[in-house]
């Protein structure tokens, strides 16, 4: 079992950054590729961001050169800093892990692929 803990979230201006970060429990934390999702009230889970083992990176089209994803095994911690903030970012942000195969390069994208969750932190972007 692996609990995912998720942070950073808040109220912000658009145009601001933000980084959220999602510790992870357990002794395993490099053994996981992990993934950012969100979802607005009234509309279906996205995915945002996704790491590999190798700390591969792939980013959905909306985020892309504005959101990094990044981890640090040695603290079983994985972060997403969000910068030049928009109005349509705001949403309850996810993390997620999903046990891979140390030679997997792949990406998971499909939330319905990973096997734990956190809770989730609002992110609010105001206009």
């Known amino acids: 079992q692996v609990q995912l803990v998720e942070s950073g979230g808040g109220l912000v201006q658009a145009g601001v950054s933000l980084r959220l970060s999602c510790a992870a429990s357990?002794?395993?934390?490099?053994?996981?590729?992990m993934g950012w999702f969100r979802q607005a009230p009234g509309k279906e889970r996205e995915f945002v961001a996704a790491?590999?083992?190798?700390?591969?990176?792939y980013y959905a089209d909306s985020v892309k050169g504005r959101f990094t994803i990044s981890r640090d095994n040695a603290k079983n911690t994985v972060y997403l800093q969000m910068n030049s903030l928009k109005p349509e970012d705001t949403a309850v942000y996810y993390c997620?892990?999903?046990?891979?195969?140390?030679?997997?390069?792949?990406?998971?994208?499909?939330?319905?692929?990973?096997?734990?969750w956190g809770q989730g932190t609002q992110v609010t972007v105001s206009s």
């Open positions: 357990g002794r395993t934390f490099s053994s996981y590729a």
């Open positions: 997620a892990a999903k046990s891979a195969p140390r030679y997997s390069g792949g990406f998971y994208l499909d939330g319905h692929q990973y096997d734990y």
């Open positions: 790491i590999n083992r190798s700390s591969g990176t």
